[in-house]
C-alpha cells in the first residue's frame, strides 16, 4: 500500500491542534485565577463596608471615618480593575477556543483525506487481488481444457 504524503501535514496540524488545547488551558487557568481574585475584593469590599457600618454605630473620628471611605474607594477601584482583567481573560480564552476549533477541523479535514486515500489504496490492492486470481483462474481453465482436449494424432 503506497504511503500517504500528507502525513507530515496531518503531524502538524495535530501537534498544532495539541498546543492549542494547551494553550486554551492555560488560558482557562488564569481567566479562572482572575475571576477568584476579583472575588476575594469583592469580599473584602463587603467586609469592609460592614466594618464601616458597625464602627459608625459605636461612634468613630472624623479622621478614622475618611481613613476607611478612602480604603474602601481603593477596594471598589480594584474591583473594577479586576473586572476588566477578567473580562479580558474571558475574550483570551474565547479567542484562543476559536483558534483551538480551528486547529481541530484541519485536523479532521487531513484525517478524512487520510481515510479516502487508505480506501482507494485499499480498492487497489483489492483489483490487483482480483486480476492475479482471475488470470489463476483462467490459466487453471486453459490447462484443465488442454487435458481433457483429445489427444492430436
Known amino acids: 500500500m503506497a504511503t500517504f ?11 498544532r491542534s495539541e498546543s492549542a488545547a494547551q494553550e486554551l488551558q492555560h488560558l482557562r487557568g488564569q481567566w479562572t ?3 477568584e481574585k476579583l472575588r476575594q475584593l469583592e469580599s473584602y469590599l463587603a467586609d469592609y463596608h460592614s466594618r464601616l457600618v ?27 480593575t479586576q ?14 477556543q476559536l483558534l483551538w476549533q480551528e ?10 483525506l487520510r481515510e479516502r486515500h487508505e480506501c482507494s489504496e485499499l480498492q487497489k490492492e483489492n483489483r ?17 481444457a488442454a487435458e481433457d482436449a483429445p489427444p492430436h494424432k
Open 5 to 15: 504524503r500528507l502525513q507530515p501535514l496531518v503531524k502538524f496540524a495535530e501537534e
Open 33 to 35: 485565577q482572575a475571576e
Open 54 to 80: 458597625n464602627n459608625s454605630a459605636g461612634g468613630m473620628t472624623v479622621h478614622a471615618m475618611m481613613d476607611f471611605q478612602r480604603f474602601i474607594a481603593k477596594l471598589e477601584l480594584a474591583i473594577r
Open 83 to 96: 473586572s476588566i482583567e477578567v473580562q479580558r481573560c474571558q475574550q483570551r480564552w474565547e479567542d484562543a
Open 103 to 112: 486547529r481541530e477541523r484541519e485536523v479532521k479535514a487531513y484525517h478524512v
Open 128 to 144: 490487483r487481488d482480483q486480476k492475479v486470481q482471475d488470470e489463476f483462474a483462467q490459466h487453471n481453465l486453459r490447462r484443465r
